[in-house]
């Protein structure tokens, strides 16, 4: 359940991150804590961790505050 919920969230933002060259992949869930792996532009972004963590965790933690981090991979 939560693994479907964390990939609908994924996708809902998925677009912005393409329209710099990169893209979001869902790993796994353990823990309450989600991993992802930053691909394309994102992987060798110097931005990739603000991204991640001001902008997917942000987001993903708003709409599931069970969730304690999200952690690239």
């Not at 964390?6 to 869902?26: A, C, H, N, T, Y």
Request: net charge negative; charged share 35%.
């Amino acid at each position: 359940m939560k693994e479907e919920k964390v990939k609908k969230l994924l996708d809902s933002i998925r677009p912005g991150i393409q329209m710099d060259g990169g893209d979001v992949e869902f790993v796994e869930i353990k823990d309450d804590i989600v991993y992802v792996r930053l691909v394309g532009a994102c992987g060798g972004c110097p931005m990739a961790q603000l991204t991640l963590k001001e902008g997917i965790e942000r987001y993903i933690r708003n709409q599931m505050p069970e969730i304690k981090a999200v952690e690239a991979l």
